[in-house]
């Protein structure tokens, strides 16, 4: 089955102390991102991916890190977590990145940090 | 800034009527927009797209209409099933690096 699968899909952590959520996807797409989603906001993308080894930042990047070293996998680094990073994450992905390309995004990671 | 709005949070509808979900947007350069739904403990999905050089697009019960001098685009939903109820984002792109604005979403329920 065609899926984009993350992990953990629940996380509580303390400030400060780091974190990775994992991102996966079998498609075999080029394009992946992240995305955190907060009341009033709506979905902002934080990195995205055109290709291995090619990462950019979105809109909201501050206090994250990624690493694109496999087409697969796509994980979100949080190094010292801190409270107003509390939110639900979802990764994405899309067969280029292009407009057209459809993105399937994973089931979400609800991150609280205390 | 927000450059993709959603004003309406939510919207109750009664199956068998029609719903209709509005989006506005600033940015000019914005030439492709799309709408995904999302259920509870699910990412969001791909429901229906339209490029700025189409006002209209159909996928069954499905229709966006964008309002281009009004930067405006709306999706109509025609009869709503209470399997409808969910949250809509609308998002909007430009070029071609895959990037989208979403909106804040609006919550739809469709009532039995």
């Given at each position: 089955?065609?899926?984009?699968?993350?992990?953990p899909?629940?996380?509580?952590?303390?400030?400060?102390k780091?974190l990775?959520?994992?991102?996966?996807?079998?498609?075999?797409?080029?394009?992946?991102?992240?995305?955190?989603?907060?009341?009033?906001?709506g979905?902002?993308?934080?990195?995205?991916?055109?290709?291995?080894?090619?990462?950019?930042?979105g809109?909201?990047?501050?206090?994250?890190?990624?690493?694109?070293?496999?087409?697969?996998?796509?994980?979100?680094?949080?190094?010292?977590?801190?409270?107003?990073?509390?939110?639900?994450?979802?990764?994405a992905?899309?067969?280029?990145?292009?407009?057209?390309?459809?993105?399937?995004?994973?089931?979400?990671?609800?991150?609280?940090v205390? | 800034?927000?450059?993709?709005?959603?004003?309406?949070?939510?919207?109750?509808?009664?199956?068998?009527?029609?719903?209709?979900?509005?989006?506005?947007y600033?940015?000019?350069?914005?030439?492709?927009?799309?709408?995904?739904?999302?259920?509870?403990?699910?990412?969001?999905?791909?429901?229906?797209?339209?490029?700025?050089?189409?006002?209209?697009?159909?996928?069954g019960?499905f229709?966006?209409?964008?309002?281009?001098?009004?930067?405006?685009?709306?999706?109509?939903?025609?009869?709503?099933?209470?399997?409808?109820?969910?949250?809509y984002?609308c998002?909007?792109?430009?070029?071609?690096?895959?990037?989208?604005?979403f909106g804040?979403?609006?919550?739809?329920q469709?009532?039995?």
């Amino acid at each position: 089955e065609a899926q984009v699968t993350q992990n953990p899909r629940y996380l509580i952590t303390v400030t400060g102390k780091k974190l990775t959520v994992t991102c996966s996807q079998n498609m075999n797409h080029e394009y992946m991102s992240w995305y955190r989603q907060d009341p009033g906001l709506g979905l902002r993308q934080i990195y995205y991916s055109m290709n291995v080894e090619v990462t950019d930042k979105g809109d909201v990047p501050e206090g994250y890190k990624v690493s694109r070293k496999e087409k697969r996998n796509f994980p979100l680094i949080l190094e010292s977590p801190s409270p107003n990073q509390t939110s639900l994450y979802f990764c994405a992905s899309s067969l280029f990145g292009r407009r057209e390309d459809t993105q399937y995004f994973g089931p979400g990671t609800r991150l609280t940090v205390l | 800034d927000q450059q993709v709005k959603q004003n309406s949070p939510s919207l109750s509808v009664q199956e068998g009527r029609i719903s209709i979900l509005n989006c506005d947007y600033t940015n000019s350069m914005f030439d492709y927009f799309l709408w995904y739904k999302k259920y509870p403990a699910e990412g969001p999905t791909f429901l229906i797209s339209i490029s700025s050089i189409k006002d209209k697009n159909e996928d069954g019960r499905f229709t966006v209409f964008l309002n281009k001098s009004a930067k405006h685009l709306s999706l109509h939903i025609v009869p709503s099933q209470p399997g409808d109820s969910a949250v809509y984002f609308c998002a909007a792109g430009s070029g071609n690096t895959g990037k989208l604005i979403f909106g804040q979403g609006t919550t739809l329920q469709v009532k039995p």
